[in-house]
């Protein structure tokens, strides 16, 4: 018990010396070019080329689906959504930052995709981004998560 009173007392005092500190957040216009490109290329259905805006080692985490890790199995993700009729996609930043060669871009989405049947379907929910920047200027997502904020159905 006294172990994780100090503990906890510690994360205290880690989190209030955190707040303390102001925010030191670049331009982040980087970042806004970045999220369009992503989305012209989402919507022009180019898995190839909406690939290229990851890095080497990049790690996609979609909705209910396992992480894919590096730059072919994120085309693979991209591509299989495209093939299901993925269009009309929307991302809407709430938050971005950039501090030194590290950033993130925080928001929300919209997309529509063909269901069972070939109905359409639409979906909305939140993505983080974190990119970092190369040696050379370019910046790169790294790691890229998103989650629906509708209900599953059906699965198991």
Do not use: H
């Amino acid at each position: 018990m006294k172990k994780l009173l100090v503990l906890g007392s510690a994360i205290l005092l880690l989190a209030s010396a955190l707040e303390a500190q102001p925010a030191k957040s670049g331009d982040t216009s980087a970042l806004n070019k970045l999220r369009a490109d992503w989305v012209a290329a989402a919507n022009s259905k180019d898995p190839v080329k909406l690939t290229a805006l990851y890095s080497d080692d990049a790690v996609l985490m979609p909705s209910n689906s396992p992480m894919a890790k590096g730059k072919t199995a994120i085309q693979g993700v991209w591509k299989g959504m495209m093939d299901q009729g993925a269009r009309d996609i929307v991302l809407t930043s709430v938050g971005s930052a950039v501090s030194g060669d590290m950033g993130y871009d925080a928001g929300t989405y919209t997309f529509s995709m063909n269901g069972p049947g070939g109905a359409a379907v639409s979906d909305k929910g939140k993505y983080l981004m974190t990119v970092k920047r190369s040696a050379d200027g370019k910046w790169w997502i790294n790691y890229d998560i998103f989650n629906s904020d509708l209900a599953c159905s059906g699965g198991k």
